[in-house]
């Protein structure tokens, strides 16, 4: 007798008994299959299921990420029947021609394919998400730019007509083009990228994808499509098309390999052009728990038992792109009870969060943080979240916010923990609202993890330990570990990020000094002897722990300890 798919997982240690039950329940109640209840849980993940679905229907497992499709074997199968059912061949076995699928019970396009391809046709099993991602790069898109454009590179000759908005620029809404975008987008969900920046050159029209925080150089498009995909963007983006000499900032909601992907766009005009960036919102990635953070077992804890305190402002510090925003989303995830009514002021709103009342700034119609902030107090929240303290303005409403009994969250950008206290009093709130509505501040940082495919140890020389601090006896005979460069991580030696932090808790000793408006360096030492880790410090607790190096470590937090 075959297993039940939640059986399978459970024999594996995926998921346990109880998430199996409330699965089965969600299924009830959703009509939906278990896996597919696991998953939008988030028990487990896609792959998870669809290994588990591998093994009860006894049929083979295909990694398409990991596996590269010979052009003899992709020539057997037409574009148009492969995007039309939605398979990719994998493998020939003798007569056998096998398929990758993600519905085992689609019996109709096996016996379909058979007739169509003249061929015995066997199935292995793939994710959607992995079907997806082969087709895109085996069928939709390859062979680059050339081929969408359907031409050589920079001499292709392609003919653009004319639209009532792309002027002299072509016709954006051309299918090439069309095609060239999303290609730019769907190879930058596939290296893993966090921005796209489109950068228009004298002679080239240059493209990069930030991948976990480091800007690579990619295949740029030719510098004669720069009008065409500057106006195609825009149209995606609901932007003012006429406009090309002020900046403007946008929006694009697209379905990409089955997930919902928002992108949110700045244009700025430069010399050569409009200079566009594209930060990728990933909902299914950004969502997390506090766990995975990277958070250290005793700033974790210190950092649960703070933001279940009934009152006072938290703060997170840092610049542009260093993960505040993922962190206050995790911590609301961990407060988001059914008792609890939680209201977030934001610009914009990155990710959806089911039971929680989330306003989006919109500057157009007069609707920003205080005037949000001001609607906010009369809905008697429990907890607020203000995306960003900007000005004077929003500081005041969101300390007598609480001062007068609720919970707040916010951001500001400055380069630690301590600088925020200064920071706020520049502003021009008084200190002794500072001392007295601030309860936490938190600086972080993101940096990269090595990747476990292929680092290796070394003993690190005097010089590199010298640069963070510490000696040879310091290692106390661990082993630490530098980058190489796999397949699996582009020959990087890195792969994925994680977050380094400061946690400064306002201490007696710490109001009195920002009362008395001591200088920030002041507040540092004091936050440090009072057993603040530093940004530095918590990096090298990660380096002893094998996930990251010394480079890196100082890349990332250098320039934040000097300002101490």
Do not use: W
């Not at 000759?157 to 792309?166: H, I, M, Q």
Request: hydrophobic letters at 40%.
């Amino acid at each position: 007798m075959k297993k039940k798919i939640g059986e399978i997982l459970r024999a594996k240690g995926v998921v346990t008994e109880e998430q199996v039950q409330k699965a089965l329940d969600y299924q009830r109640a959703n009509q939906c299959k278990i896996g597919e209840a696991l998953v939008r849980l988030g028990h487990c993940s896609q792959e998870h299921v669809t290994r588990a679905l591998a093994t009860h229907f006894q049929l083979p497992f295909a990694n398409l990420s990991k596996h590269t499709i010979p052009k003899e074997l992709l020539d057997r199968v037409p574009k148009d029947v492969a995007l039309e059912h939605k398979i990719v061949p994998v493998a020939q076995k003798g007569r056998k021609l096998i398929i990758a699928m993600s519905d085992p019970l689609d019996f109709f396009t096996l016996d379909n394919l058979r007739f169509i391809l003249g061929t015995e046709v066997d199935c292995a099993l793939a994710t959607p998400e992995g079907v997806e991602e082969a087709l895109d790069e085996y069928y939709r898109l390859a062979g680059g730019y050339d081929s969408v454009l359907g031409g050589s590179g920079e001499d292709a000759d392609v003919e653009f007509g004319r639209s009532e908005y792309a002027g002299d620029d072509g016709d954006a809404n051309d299918a090439p083009v069309i095609k060239l975008v999303q290609m730019l987008i769907a190879n930058a969900l596939k290296e893993r990228a966090s921005d796209i920046h489109i950068e228009p050159f004298e002679k080239i029209l240059q493209v990069r994808y930030r991948i976990d925080g480091v800007c690579k150089i990619m295949d740029g498009p030719p510098k004669k499509l720069q009008g065409p995909v500057i106006s195609r963007i825009k149209i995606m983006a609901n932007m003012d098309m006429a406009e090309k000499r002020r900046p403007q900032d946008g929006r694009i909601k697209l379905k990409l390999h089955g997930r919902e992907i928002d992108l949110r766009v700045s244009i700025l005009p430069s010399v050569h052009g409009e200079s566009i960036v594209m930060r990728i919102l990933d909902k299914e990635q950004g969502l997390v728990d506090l766990p995975v953070l990277g958070f250290h077992e005793t700033d974790l804890a210190k950092f649960n038992k703070i933001i279940k305190r009934p009152n006072g402002i938290f703060l997170v510090t840092g610049p542009t792109g260093s993960g505040k925003t993922t962190t206050l989303y995790a911590a609301l995830k961990a407060l988001n009870k059914s008792d609890v009514k939680i209201i977030t002021a934001e610009n914009p709103i990155e990710y959806n969060l089911t039971g929680i009342n989330q306003a989006e700034v919109r500057h157009e119609i007069g609707l920003d943080f205080t005037r949000i902030l001001r609607a906010m107090m009369r809905q008697a929240p429990n907890i607020i979240l203000v995306g960003e303290i900007r000005d004077r303005e929003t500081a005041d409403i969101a300390i007598q916010a609480a001062l007068t009994g609720h919970l707040v969250f916010s951001t500001l950008h400055t380069n630690d923990a301590p600088s925020a206290l200064t920071r706020l009093i520049d502003m021009g709130v008084k200190p002794f609202l500072v001392a007295s509505a601030v309860m936490a501040v938190m600086g972080q940082r993101l940096i990269r993890r090595l990747c476990a495919k292929c680092k290796e140890p070394y003993v690190p020389t005097d010089v590199e330990l010298r640069g963070i601090g510490m000696t040879p006896s310091d290692l106390g005979g661990r082993t630490v570990y530098r980058p190489i460069g796999c397949p699996e991580c582009n020959g990087k030696g890195y792969y994925g990020r994680m977050g380094v932090y400061e946690l400064l808790e306002m201490s007696t000793d710490l109001r009195d000094m920002t009362f008395n408006k001591k200088p920030q360096k002041d507040l540092r030492v004091k936050a440090i002897s009072e057993g603040m880790s530093t940004l530095q410090q918590d990096g090298v607790r990660k380096f002893l722990a094998g996930s990251t190096t010394i480079e890196e470590i100082l890349r990332v937090t250098h320039a934040a300890d000097l300002a101490g």
